[in-house]
């Protein structure tokens, strides 16, 4: 059963950095791209960052492009994302994804399974 559970939100002040990880576990991880996504209050789902099985690719949103870090160990199976020079605009629930193979871009159009979310909440 595939699971993946979501650590490393809370609350930061503007400015500040933090970084998320996601925990997975009844699959072969190295095999397969992983993501993140936000959804914030009353927004649909975003898609933030993607990273193939072998982390040789990534992809962001040009929202977060140079302020977020997506990357993995696989020998962990745990994929992370750096966040810096938060905003309150980055305020949301983040979520892990797997996708459907290696391949990144399988993250960004249709993951296969979802973490329950983390909160991220970028507060003075």
């Known amino acids: 059963q595939v699971q993946l559970v979501e650590s490393g939100g809370g609350l930061v002040q503007p400015g500040a950095s933090l970084r998320l990880s996601c925990g997975a576990s009844?699959?072969?991880?190295?095999?397969?791209?992983m993501g993140w996504f936000r959804q914030a209050p009353g927004k649909e789902r975003e898609f933030l960052a993607a990273?193939?099985?072998?982390?040789?690719?990534?992809y962001y949103a040009d929202s977060v492009k140079g302020r977020f870090t997506i990357s993995r160990d696989n020998a962990k199976n745990t994929v992370y994302l750096q966040m810096s020079s938060l905003t309150p605009e980055d305020t949301a629930e983040y979520y892990c994804?797997?996708?459907?193979?290696?391949?990144?871009?399988?993250?960004?159009?249709?993951?296969?399974?979802w973490g329950q979310g983390t909160q991220v909440t970028v507060s003075s």
């Open positions: 990273i193939s099985g072998r982390a040789t690719s990534t």
């Open positions: 994804a797997a996708g459907r193979d290696g391949d990144p871009n399988t993250v960004q159009v249709a993951p296969s399974s």
């Open positions: 009844g699959f072969v991880f190295s095999r397969y791209a």
